[in-house]
Protein backbone atom coordinates (compact mmCIF):
# COMPACT_ATOMS: atom_id res chain seq x y z
CA UNK A 1 0.00 0.00 0.00
CA UNK A 2 0.52 3.91 0.45
CA UNK A 3 3.23 5.46 2.63
CA UNK A 4 2.39 7.61 5.69
CA UNK A 5 1.60 11.44 5.16
CA UNK A 6 3.42 14.12 6.73
CA UNK A 7 0.58 14.61 9.43
CA UNK A 8 2.36 11.13 11.09
CA UNK A 9 5.50 10.96 12.72
CA UNK A 10 6.68 7.67 11.29
CA UNK A 11 9.19 8.06 7.82
CA UNK A 12 9.46 5.62 5.15
CA UNK A 13 12.36 4.28 3.48
CA UNK A 14 11.86 4.73 -0.92
CA UNK A 15 14.09 3.13 -3.33
CA UNK A 16 16.13 5.48 -5.92
CA UNK A 17 14.30 5.86 -8.93
CA UNK A 18 16.03 4.02 -11.97
CA UNK A 19 15.92 4.20 -15.58
CA UNK A 20 15.79 0.76 -16.63
CA UNK A 21 16.29 -0.11 -19.96
CA UNK A 22 13.27 -2.49 -20.29
CA UNK A 23 11.10 -3.43 -23.37
CA UNK A 24 7.80 -3.64 -21.45
CA UNK A 25 4.81 -2.54 -23.30
CA UNK A 26 1.83 -1.06 -21.91
CA UNK A 27 -1.09 -3.98 -21.51
CA UNK A 28 -2.43 -4.14 -24.98
CA UNK A 29 -6.07 -4.51 -23.96
CA UNK A 30 -5.97 -0.32 -22.68
CA UNK A 31 -5.15 1.63 -25.55
CA UNK A 32 -3.26 4.32 -23.80
CA UNK A 33 -3.64 8.42 -25.03
CA UNK A 34 -0.81 9.31 -27.70
CA UNK A 35 -0.43 13.00 -26.33
CA UNK A 36 2.72 15.23 -25.32
CA UNK A 37 3.77 18.69 -26.01
CA UNK A 38 2.92 17.55 -29.78
CA UNK A 39 0.00 15.29 -29.33
CA UNK A 40 -2.30 13.94 -32.75
CA UNK A 41 -5.55 16.03 -33.19
CA UNK A 42 -8.42 15.15 -30.50
CA UNK A 43 -5.52 14.42 -27.71
CA UNK A 44 -5.20 17.44 -25.11
CA UNK A 45 -1.26 18.99 -24.92
CA UNK A 46 0.46 18.92 -21.68
CA UNK A 47 3.00 20.94 -20.87
CA UNK A 48 6.65 20.84 -21.47
CA UNK A 49 8.90 19.20 -19.28
CA UNK A 50 11.52 22.30 -19.26
CA UNK A 51 12.81 23.67 -16.53
CA UNK A 52 12.06 27.29 -16.14
CA UNK A 53 13.81 29.19 -13.79
CA UNK A 54 11.57 29.20 -10.30
CA UNK A 55 12.60 30.57 -6.71
CA UNK A 56 13.70 27.80 -4.59
CA UNK A 57 13.33 27.17 -0.97
CA UNK A 58 15.03 25.61 2.29
CA UNK A 59 12.14 23.08 3.39
CA UNK A 60 8.91 21.83 2.25
CA UNK A 61 6.16 23.77 -0.13
CA UNK A 62 2.98 22.18 1.24
CA UNK A 63 0.43 24.45 -0.84
CA UNK A 64 0.15 27.09 -3.62
CA UNK A 65 -2.63 29.03 -5.14
CA UNK A 66 -2.52 31.09 -8.56
CA UNK A 67 -3.98 34.67 -8.17
CA UNK A 68 -3.19 36.39 -12.25
CA UNK A 69 0.48 36.19 -12.87
CA UNK A 70 1.33 35.82 -8.99
CA UNK A 71 2.21 32.68 -6.98
CA UNK A 72 1.39 32.50 -3.65
CA UNK A 73 3.53 29.44 -1.82
CA UNK A 74 2.92 28.27 1.48
CA UNK A 75 4.99 25.44 3.68
CA UNK A 76 7.81 25.41 6.24
CA UNK A 77 10.80 27.22 5.07
CA UNK A 78 13.17 30.10 6.59
CA UNK A 79 15.08 31.54 3.41
CA UNK A 80 14.59 31.89 -0.92
CA UNK A 81 16.82 31.66 -3.43
CA UNK A 82 16.94 32.22 -7.29
CA UNK A 83 16.68 29.43 -9.64
CA UNK A 84 20.47 28.49 -10.23
CA UNK A 85 21.74 29.28 -6.54
CA UNK A 86 23.09 26.81 -4.36
CA UNK A 87 22.14 25.90 -0.95
CA UNK A 88 22.42 28.99 1.16
CA UNK A 89 23.65 31.31 -1.67
CA UNK A 90 22.40 34.22 -2.44
CA UNK A 91 19.25 33.93 0.22
CA UNK A 92 17.06 36.29 1.45
CA UNK A 93 14.46 35.63 4.35
CA UNK A 94 11.01 34.06 3.56
CA UNK A 95 8.75 32.90 7.04
CA UNK A 96 6.67 30.13 5.57
CA UNK A 97 4.97 32.53 2.99
CA UNK A 98 6.44 34.33 -0.31
CA UNK A 99 5.11 35.10 -3.73
CA UNK A 100 6.82 35.39 -7.11
CA UNK A 101 5.81 35.93 -10.72
CA UNK A 102 4.18 33.00 -12.80
CA UNK A 103 5.24 34.12 -16.00
CA UNK A 104 8.87 34.97 -15.15
CA UNK A 105 9.97 33.29 -12.03
CA UNK A 106 11.15 36.12 -9.79
CA UNK A 107 10.86 36.14 -6.26
CA UNK A 108 8.30 38.93 -5.13
CA UNK A 109 8.69 41.44 -1.98
CA UNK A 110 5.84 39.71 -0.31
CA UNK A 111 7.40 38.24 3.02
CA UNK A 112 5.12 38.66 5.63
CA UNK A 113 6.66 36.94 8.76
CA UNK A 114 4.49 33.59 10.38
CA UNK A 115 6.13 32.13 13.31
CA UNK A 116 4.76 28.38 12.29
CA UNK A 117 4.19 26.63 9.10
CA UNK A 118 1.74 27.34 6.55
CA UNK A 119 -0.29 23.66 5.26
CA UNK A 120 -2.74 25.66 3.07
CA UNK A 121 -3.06 28.55 0.64
CA UNK A 122 -6.55 29.62 -0.81
CA UNK A 123 -7.91 32.96 -2.73
CA UNK A 124 -11.28 34.56 -3.45
CA UNK A 125 -12.56 33.90 -7.04
CA UNK A 126 -12.59 37.51 -7.15
CA UNK A 127 -8.92 37.83 -6.69
CA UNK A 128 -8.85 39.91 -4.09
CA UNK A 129 -7.87 38.26 -1.14
CA UNK A 130 -5.46 35.53 0.04
CA UNK A 131 -6.37 33.51 3.07
CA UNK A 132 -3.27 30.76 4.39
CA UNK A 133 -3.88 28.05 7.25
CA UNK A 134 -1.43 26.76 9.25
CA UNK A 135 0.13 26.19 12.42
CA UNK A 136 1.09 29.75 13.45
CA UNK A 137 0.08 32.01 15.81
CA UNK A 138 1.30 35.54 14.87
CA UNK A 139 1.52 36.91 11.54
CA UNK A 140 4.05 39.80 11.19
CA UNK A 141 3.90 40.35 15.42
CA UNK A 142 0.09 40.35 15.45
CA UNK A 143 -1.76 37.63 16.89
CA UNK A 144 -3.25 34.78 14.48
CA UNK A 145 -5.23 31.95 15.17
CA UNK A 146 -3.63 29.94 12.43
CA UNK A 147 -5.49 31.11 9.94
CA UNK A 148 -5.18 34.67 8.43
CA UNK A 149 -5.91 37.27 5.18
CA UNK A 150 -3.81 39.21 3.01
CA UNK A 151 -4.55 41.65 0.70
CA UNK A 152 -3.43 40.26 -2.95
CA UNK A 153 -2.40 43.88 -4.08
CA UNK A 154 -0.34 45.56 -1.55
CA UNK A 155 0.52 42.09 0.57
CA UNK A 156 -1.09 43.77 3.48
CA UNK A 157 -2.26 41.36 6.42
CA UNK A 158 -6.06 41.94 6.66
CA UNK A 159 -7.10 43.31 9.99
CA UNK A 160 -10.32 42.63 9.80
CA UNK A 161 -10.50 39.06 9.63
CA UNK A 162 -9.04 37.35 13.00
CA UNK A 163 -10.86 33.96 13.51
CA UNK A 164 -9.10 31.73 16.43
CA UNK A 165 -9.13 28.45 15.32
CA UNK A 166 -7.52 26.22 18.92
CA UNK A 167 -5.43 23.63 16.53
CA UNK A 168 -4.03 23.21 12.61
CA UNK A 169 -6.07 24.63 10.00
CA UNK A 170 -5.28 21.97 6.74
CA UNK A 171 -7.70 23.25 3.98
CA UNK A 172 -9.50 26.62 2.92
CA UNK A 173 -11.20 27.66 0.19
CA UNK A 174 -13.79 30.49 -0.57
CA UNK A 175 -15.86 32.36 -1.79
CA UNK A 176 -15.97 36.06 -2.14
CA UNK A 177 -17.86 36.64 0.89
CA UNK A 178 -17.71 33.16 3.06
CA UNK A 179 -14.25 31.17 4.00
CA UNK A 180 -14.25 27.79 4.36
CA UNK A 181 -11.29 25.90 6.45
CA UNK A 182 -10.52 22.83 7.27
CA UNK A 183 -8.27 20.91 9.71
CA UNK A 184 -6.97 19.47 12.75
CA UNK A 185 -9.25 22.42 15.18
CA UNK A 186 -11.98 21.55 17.37
CA UNK A 187 -13.44 25.07 18.02
CA UNK A 188 -13.09 28.47 16.14
CA UNK A 189 -13.17 31.11 18.15
CA UNK A 190 -14.98 30.03 21.35
CA UNK A 191 -17.14 27.86 18.93
CA UNK A 192 -17.60 24.37 18.59
CA UNK A 193 -16.46 23.50 15.38
CA UNK A 194 -15.15 19.93 15.36
CA UNK A 195 -12.64 20.34 11.64
CA UNK A 196 -14.71 22.72 9.65
CA UNK A 197 -15.84 26.38 9.96
CA UNK A 198 -17.02 28.83 8.14
CA UNK A 199 -16.19 32.66 8.28
CA UNK A 200 -17.53 35.90 7.09
CA UNK A 201 -14.55 37.37 4.75
CA UNK A 202 -15.55 41.08 6.09
CA UNK A 203 -14.58 40.32 9.45
CA UNK A 204 -14.54 36.59 10.33
CA UNK A 205 -17.30 36.30 12.05
CA UNK A 206 -18.12 32.68 12.67
CA UNK A 207 -20.96 31.34 11.08
CA UNK A 208 -23.54 28.84 11.76
CA UNK A 209 -22.12 26.44 9.01
CA UNK A 210 -21.48 23.50 11.36
CA UNK A 211 -21.22 20.01 10.20
CA UNK A 212 -20.86 17.06 12.44
CA UNK A 213 -17.72 15.42 11.90
CA UNK A 214 -15.80 12.46 13.60
CA UNK A 215 -13.44 9.65 13.60
CA UNK A 216 -10.56 11.66 11.80
CA UNK A 217 -9.91 15.54 10.65
CA UNK A 218 -10.26 17.07 7.09
CA UNK A 219 -7.29 17.41 4.59
CA UNK A 220 -8.95 18.90 1.65
CA UNK A 221 -11.79 20.84 0.49
CA UNK A 222 -13.62 22.30 -2.56
CA UNK A 223 -15.87 24.73 -3.16
CA UNK A 224 -18.18 24.20 -6.35
CA UNK A 225 -18.47 26.76 -8.70
CA UNK A 226 -22.44 28.62 -7.38
CA UNK A 227 -20.81 27.85 -3.86
CA UNK A 228 -23.75 26.15 -2.78
CA UNK A 229 -21.46 23.05 -2.48
CA UNK A 230 -18.38 21.86 -0.50
CA UNK A 231 -16.92 19.07 -0.76
CA UNK A 232 -14.87 17.72 2.06
CA UNK A 233 -11.57 15.07 2.42
CA UNK A 234 -9.68 13.40 4.74
CA UNK A 235 -9.76 11.08 7.20
CA UNK A 236 -13.00 11.25 9.08
CA UNK A 237 -15.41 8.36 8.87
CA UNK A 238 -18.55 9.60 9.38
CA UNK A 239 -20.26 12.99 8.38
CA UNK A 240 -23.54 14.47 9.87
CA UNK A 241 -23.71 10.53 11.27
CA UNK A 242 -23.28 8.74 7.88
CA UNK A 243 -20.40 6.79 7.03
CA UNK A 244 -21.60 6.97 2.75
CA UNK A 245 -21.21 9.43 2.17
CA UNK A 246 -18.83 10.74 5.05
CA UNK A 247 -16.30 7.88 4.90
CA UNK A 248 -13.14 9.98 4.13
CA UNK A 249 -15.47 11.54 1.82
CA UNK A 250 -18.53 14.25 1.45
CA UNK A 251 -20.34 16.79 0.02
CA UNK A 252 -22.25 19.44 2.43
CA UNK A 253 -24.77 22.12 1.42
CA UNK A 254 -23.11 25.36 2.08
CA UNK A 255 -26.30 26.92 3.77
CA UNK A 256 -27.38 24.28 6.22
CA UNK A 257 -24.36 22.18 6.27
CA UNK A 258 -26.16 18.77 6.00
CA UNK A 259 -25.13 16.17 3.53
CA UNK A 260 -25.75 16.28 -0.17
CA UNK A 261 -25.55 13.49 -2.95
CA UNK A 262 -22.34 12.52 -3.32
CA UNK A 263 -22.17 8.98 -5.17
CA UNK A 264 -18.67 8.19 -5.58
CA UNK A 265 -18.17 8.14 -1.77
CA UNK A 266 -19.84 4.67 -2.04
CA UNK A 267 -17.05 3.42 -4.45
CA UNK A 268 -14.01 5.62 -2.43
CA UNK A 269 -13.42 4.56 1.14
CA UNK A 270 -10.85 5.88 2.66
CA UNK A 271 -10.86 7.08 6.23
CA UNK A 272 -9.65 6.29 10.30
CA UNK A 273 -5.96 6.14 11.06
CA UNK A 274 -4.59 4.65 7.90
CA UNK A 275 -6.27 5.94 5.01
CA UNK A 276 -7.60 9.48 4.12
CA UNK A 277 -8.28 11.57 0.78
CA UNK A 278 -5.34 13.58 0.80
CA UNK A 279 -6.43 16.51 -1.79
CA UNK A 280 -9.15 17.91 -3.74
CA UNK A 281 -9.85 20.44 -6.54
CA UNK A 282 -12.27 21.82 -8.91
CA UNK A 283 -13.18 23.37 -12.16
CA UNK A 284 -16.37 24.46 -13.15
CA UNK A 285 -18.00 20.90 -14.41
CA UNK A 286 -16.08 18.33 -11.69
CA UNK A 287 -13.98 17.98 -8.72
CA UNK A 288 -10.97 15.98 -8.49
CA UNK A 289 -9.47 14.15 -5.60
CA UNK A 290 -6.51 12.30 -4.28
CA UNK A 291 -5.76 9.93 -2.25
CA UNK A 292 -3.82 7.13 0.32
CA UNK A 293 -3.89 3.61 2.11
CA UNK A 294 -1.01 2.38 4.74
CA UNK A 295 -2.79 -0.88 6.12
CA UNK A 296 -6.23 -0.96 6.66
CA UNK A 297 -9.69 0.95 6.91
CA UNK A 298 -9.35 2.43 3.15
CA UNK A 299 -9.62 1.35 -0.67
CA UNK A 300 -8.05 3.93 -2.52
CA UNK A 301 -4.38 5.36 -4.73
CA UNK A 302 -4.78 7.42 -7.20
CA UNK A 303 -6.85 10.05 -8.89
CA UNK A 304 -10.39 10.43 -9.41
CA UNK A 305 -13.25 12.77 -11.22
CA UNK A 306 -16.53 13.68 -9.67
CA UNK A 307 -19.68 15.29 -11.20
CA UNK A 308 -20.26 18.44 -9.62
CA UNK A 309 -24.31 17.76 -9.33
CA UNK A 310 -24.27 14.59 -7.79
CA UNK A 311 -20.60 13.27 -7.26
CA UNK A 312 -21.20 10.73 -9.86
CA UNK A 313 -17.97 8.58 -10.92
CA UNK A 314 -16.57 9.89 -14.00
CA UNK A 315 -13.50 8.10 -13.51
CA UNK A 316 -10.92 6.72 -11.46
CA UNK A 317 -6.99 6.03 -11.99
CA UNK A 318 -6.25 3.59 -9.43
CA UNK A 319 -2.08 4.14 -9.18
CA UNK A 320 -0.63 2.18 -6.74
CA UNK A 321 1.37 4.47 -4.11
CA UNK A 322 -0.31 7.49 -2.97
CA UNK A 323 -1.58 10.34 -4.34
CA UNK A 324 -1.14 13.85 -2.87
CA UNK A 325 -2.65 16.18 -5.21
CA UNK A 326 -4.31 16.44 -8.53
CA UNK A 327 -5.58 19.40 -10.98
CA UNK A 328 -7.05 20.19 -14.24
CA UNK A 329 -5.89 22.42 -16.82
CA UNK A 330 -6.10 22.31 -20.56
CA UNK A 331 -7.94 19.07 -20.68
CA UNK A 332 -5.30 17.47 -18.96
CA UNK A 333 -4.94 16.49 -15.02
CA UNK A 334 -1.51 16.96 -13.64
CA UNK A 335 -1.22 14.80 -9.99
CA UNK A 336 2.19 14.35 -7.94
CA UNK A 337 2.59 11.74 -5.32
CA UNK A 338 4.80 8.40 -5.37
CA UNK A 339 3.25 5.71 -7.99
CA UNK A 340 5.10 2.60 -8.57
CA UNK A 341 2.45 0.77 -10.45
CA UNK A 342 -0.01 2.24 -12.97
CA UNK A 343 -0.58 -1.14 -14.98
CA UNK A 344 -4.19 -1.19 -14.32
CA UNK A 345 -4.83 1.75 -16.65
CA UNK A 346 -2.34 0.66 -18.90
CA UNK A 347 0.79 2.64 -18.11
CA UNK A 348 3.75 1.48 -16.32
CA UNK A 349 4.32 -1.73 -14.29
CA UNK A 350 5.85 -3.11 -11.03
CA UNK A 351 9.35 -2.89 -11.29
CA UNK A 352 12.18 -5.21 -8.67
CA UNK A 353 13.44 -2.77 -6.86
CA UNK A 354 10.71 -0.20 -7.52
CA UNK A 355 10.19 2.65 -9.46
CA UNK A 356 8.65 5.62 -8.82
CA UNK A 357 6.68 8.11 -11.08
CA UNK A 358 6.20 11.12 -9.13
CA UNK A 359 4.78 13.39 -11.77
CA UNK A 360 1.57 12.14 -14.04
CA UNK A 361 -0.39 13.69 -16.69
CA UNK A 362 -4.16 12.66 -17.38
CA UNK A 363 -6.82 13.21 -19.80
CA UNK A 364 -9.52 15.14 -18.10
CA UNK A 365 -11.67 12.86 -20.30
CA UNK A 366 -12.25 9.03 -19.52
CA UNK A 367 -10.49 7.30 -22.24
CA UNK A 368 -10.86 4.04 -21.03
CA UNK A 369 -11.80 1.07 -18.05
CA UNK A 370 -9.71 0.00 -15.48
CA UNK A 371 -8.39 -3.25 -15.58
CA UNK A 372 -8.77 -5.88 -12.72
CA UNK A 373 -6.03 -5.48 -10.22
CA UNK A 374 -4.13 -9.11 -9.78
CA UNK A 375 -0.58 -7.00 -8.12
CA UNK A 376 -0.82 -6.42 -4.55
CA UNK A 377 -3.44 -6.83 -1.81
CA UNK A 378 -5.11 -3.85 -3.18
CA UNK A 379 -8.76 -2.56 -3.81
CA UNK A 380 -10.26 -3.91 -7.36
CA UNK A 381 -11.36 -1.27 -9.09
CA UNK A 382 -11.97 -3.47 -12.60
CA UNK A 383 -14.65 -2.12 -14.98
CA UNK A 384 -14.83 1.92 -13.54
CA UNK A 385 -14.47 4.65 -16.54
CA UNK A 386 -10.50 5.34 -16.51
CA UNK A 387 -8.84 8.12 -17.92
CA UNK A 388 -5.84 7.86 -20.67
CA UNK A 389 -2.18 8.25 -19.39
CA UNK A 390 -0.26 11.47 -21.27
CA UNK A 391 3.47 11.43 -22.01
CA UNK A 392 4.63 13.79 -19.52
CA UNK A 393 7.44 12.10 -17.28
CA UNK A 394 9.41 14.96 -15.27
CA UNK A 395 12.21 13.64 -13.31
CA UNK A 396 11.31 14.21 -9.77
CA UNK A 397 14.52 13.60 -7.31
CA UNK A 398 13.20 12.74 -2.82
CA UNK A 399 14.17 15.22 -0.26
CA UNK A 400 15.09 14.60 3.78
CA UNK A 401 12.98 18.13 4.94
CA UNK A 402 9.88 16.24 5.82
CA UNK A 403 11.95 12.77 6.75
CA UNK A 404 8.97 10.94 4.81
CA UNK A 405 11.38 10.66 1.50
CA UNK A 406 8.87 12.56 -0.58
CA UNK A 407 9.34 14.73 -3.51
CA UNK A 408 6.24 16.92 -4.75
CA UNK A 409 3.55 17.27 -2.50
CA UNK A 410 1.10 19.76 -4.45
CA UNK A 411 0.45 21.00 -8.07
CA UNK A 412 -1.60 23.72 -9.47
CA UNK A 413 -2.04 25.09 -12.44
CA UNK A 414 -3.53 27.61 -14.70
CA UNK A 415 -4.27 27.68 -18.81
CA UNK A 416 -0.71 28.57 -19.42
CA UNK A 417 1.49 26.63 -16.76
CA UNK A 418 1.40 24.23 -13.79
CA UNK A 419 3.05 25.01 -11.02
CA UNK A 420 4.81 21.84 -8.56
CA UNK A 421 5.95 22.20 -4.83
CA UNK A 422 7.23 20.19 -2.42
CA UNK A 423 10.59 18.77 -0.70
CA UNK A 424 12.19 17.77 -3.83
CA UNK A 425 16.09 19.02 -4.52
CA UNK A 426 16.68 18.26 -8.03
CA UNK A 427 14.32 18.25 -11.67
CA UNK A 428 15.75 15.86 -14.45
CA UNK A 429 18.67 15.88 -12.11
CA UNK A 430 19.66 19.53 -12.27
CA UNK A 431 19.30 21.03 -8.58
CA UNK A 432 15.86 23.15 -7.74
CA UNK A 433 14.47 22.97 -4.71
CA UNK A 434 11.23 22.82 -3.74
CA UNK A 435 9.17 24.96 -6.24
CA UNK A 436 9.13 24.38 -9.88
CA UNK A 437 6.73 25.86 -12.57
CA UNK A 438 6.69 24.54 -16.43
CA UNK A 439 5.12 26.09 -19.37
CA UNK A 440 2.74 25.14 -22.61
CA UNK A 441 4.49 25.01 -25.46
CA UNK A 442 4.44 28.42 -26.71
CA UNK A 443 6.00 29.67 -24.01
CA UNK A 444 8.31 26.72 -23.23
CA UNK A 445 11.81 27.03 -24.59
CA UNK A 446 11.02 22.92 -25.64
CA UNK A 447 14.59 21.91 -25.55
CA UNK A 448 13.71 18.89 -23.67
CA UNK A 449 14.42 16.14 -26.25
CA UNK A 450 15.86 12.59 -26.78
CA UNK A 451 17.13 11.31 -23.49
CA UNK A 452 19.97 8.78 -24.77
CA UNK A 453 22.21 9.99 -26.79
CA UNK A 454 26.25 9.47 -27.48
CA UNK A 455 28.26 6.21 -25.71
CA UNK A 456 24.30 5.63 -23.70
CA UNK A 457 22.55 4.31 -27.08
CA UNK A 458 24.57 2.33 -29.65
CA UNK A 459 23.21 0.23 -31.86
CA UNK A 460 23.69 -3.45 -32.60
CA UNK A 461 24.95 -4.94 -36.11
CA UNK A 462 25.56 -7.81 -37.00
CA UNK A 463 26.06 -9.54 -40.36
CA UNK A 464 25.21 -13.55 -41.32
CA UNK A 465 24.55 -13.41 -44.56
CA UNK A 466 26.79 -12.67 -47.49
CA UNK A 467 26.65 -8.43 -48.23
CA UNK A 468 23.61 -7.88 -45.19
CA UNK A 469 23.92 -6.47 -42.21
CA UNK A 470 21.05 -6.34 -39.64
CA UNK A 471 21.28 -3.24 -37.39
CA UNK A 472 18.79 -3.89 -34.34
CA UNK A 473 18.16 -1.31 -31.47
CA UNK A 474 15.78 0.06 -28.19
CA UNK A 475 13.49 2.69 -28.83
CA UNK A 476 14.73 5.84 -27.29
CA UNK A 477 12.36 7.85 -24.96
CA UNK A 478 11.41 11.53 -24.76
CA UNK A 479 10.29 13.20 -21.19
CA UNK A 480 7.39 15.03 -22.95
CA UNK A 481 6.92 13.09 -26.52
CA UNK A 482 5.92 9.80 -27.29
CA UNK A 483 6.60 9.72 -30.97
CA UNK A 484 10.13 9.97 -32.03
CA UNK A 485 11.50 9.72 -35.42
CA UNK A 486 14.54 7.38 -36.09
CA UNK A 487 17.19 7.96 -38.89
CA UNK A 488 19.72 5.03 -39.22
CA UNK A 489 23.35 6.72 -40.75
CA UNK A 490 25.86 4.54 -41.99
CA UNK A 491 29.53 5.55 -42.81
CA UNK A 492 28.52 8.74 -41.19
CA UNK A 493 26.67 10.31 -44.12
CA UNK A 494 24.38 12.16 -42.15
CA UNK A 495 23.18 14.09 -45.51
CA UNK A 496 21.54 10.60 -46.55
CA UNK A 497 19.68 8.46 -43.74
CA UNK A 498 19.66 4.93 -45.48
CA UNK A 499 16.12 3.82 -43.16
CA UNK A 500 13.45 6.12 -41.45
CA UNK A 501 10.73 5.23 -39.57
CA UNK A 502 8.91 6.39 -36.62
CA UNK A 503 7.96 4.30 -33.15
CA UNK A 504 6.08 5.21 -29.61
CA UNK A 505 7.85 5.17 -26.54
CA UNK A 506 7.48 5.77 -23.05
CA UNK A 507 10.40 6.38 -20.06
CA UNK A 508 11.42 3.26 -18.95
CA UNK A 509 8.22 1.15 -19.27
CA UNK A 510 7.30 1.11 -23.42
CA UNK A 511 10.66 1.00 -25.08
CA UNK A 512 9.99 -1.48 -28.38
CA UNK A 513 13.13 -3.46 -30.51
CA UNK A 514 13.38 -1.71 -33.57
CA UNK A 515 15.46 -2.62 -37.11
CA UNK A 516 16.86 -2.53 -40.08
CA UNK A 517 18.29 -5.61 -42.96
CA UNK A 518 20.58 -3.14 -45.13
CA UNK A 519 21.13 -5.11 -47.71
CA UNK A 520 23.65 -5.30 -51.05
CA UNK A 521 26.56 -4.51 -49.38
CA UNK A 522 30.58 -5.49 -50.00
CA UNK A 523 31.79 -8.75 -48.51
CA UNK A 524 34.52 -8.09 -46.46
CA UNK A 525 34.29 -4.04 -45.85
CA UNK A 526 33.02 -2.60 -42.74
CA UNK A 527 30.49 -0.75 -42.22
CA UNK A 528 29.45 1.75 -39.15
CA UNK A 529 26.07 2.44 -38.59
CA UNK A 530 24.49 4.85 -35.90
CA UNK A 531 21.22 6.50 -34.98
CA UNK A 532 19.62 10.02 -35.47
CA UNK A 533 16.66 10.49 -33.07
CA UNK A 534 14.36 13.35 -33.19
CA UNK A 535 11.24 14.69 -31.75
CA UNK A 536 8.56 16.52 -33.30
CA UNK A 537 9.55 20.02 -32.30
CA UNK A 538 12.92 18.99 -33.36
CA UNK A 539 15.08 18.33 -30.76
CA UNK A 540 18.05 15.58 -31.71
CA UNK A 541 20.54 13.14 -30.40
CA UNK A 542 23.22 11.20 -32.49
CA UNK A 543 24.08 8.12 -31.16
CA UNK A 544 27.60 6.13 -30.85
CA UNK A 545 28.88 4.37 -34.39
CA UNK A 546 28.66 0.60 -34.14
CA UNK A 547 30.79 -0.84 -36.77
CA UNK A 548 30.58 -4.31 -38.56
CA UNK A 549 32.75 -6.90 -41.23
CA UNK A 550 30.17 -7.67 -43.84
CA UNK A 551 30.20 -11.49 -44.39
Avoid at 30 to 58: C, E, M, Y
Avoid at 76 to 81: D, H, V
Avoid at 113 to 127: E, M
Amino acid sequence: MGYPRPFFARSVAVSVTAIVALALLAPSHLPAARADTAPPVGTPATVSTDLLPTPQINGVVWSQAIVGDTVFVGGSFTNARPAGSAAGANTVPRSNLLSYSLSTGVLNPFAPSLNGQVRAVGASPDGTRLYVGGEFSTVNGSTRSRIAAFDTASGALNTAFRPQANSRVSAVVASNSTVYFGGHFTSVSNFTRPYVAAARASDGGVLSFAPRLAGGTVWALALSPDAGKLVLGGSFTTLNGSNNPGYGLGAVNTATGANTQWSIAGLIRNGGVNAAITGLSSDQDSVYGTGYVFGSGGNFEGTFRANWSDGAVRWVEDCHGDTYSAVPAGGVVYSVGHPHFCGNVGSFPETNPRTFQRGLAWTKEARTTVARNTVGNYYNFGGNPAPGYLTWWPDINIGSFTGQNQGAWNVTANANYVVLGGEFTAINNKPQQGLIRYAIRSLAPNKDGPRLSGANYAVAVSSTTAGTARITWTANYDRDNRTLKYELIRNGNTAAPIYTVSADSNVWFQRPQLGFSDIGLASGQNYSYRLRVTDPIGNLIYGADTTVTVR
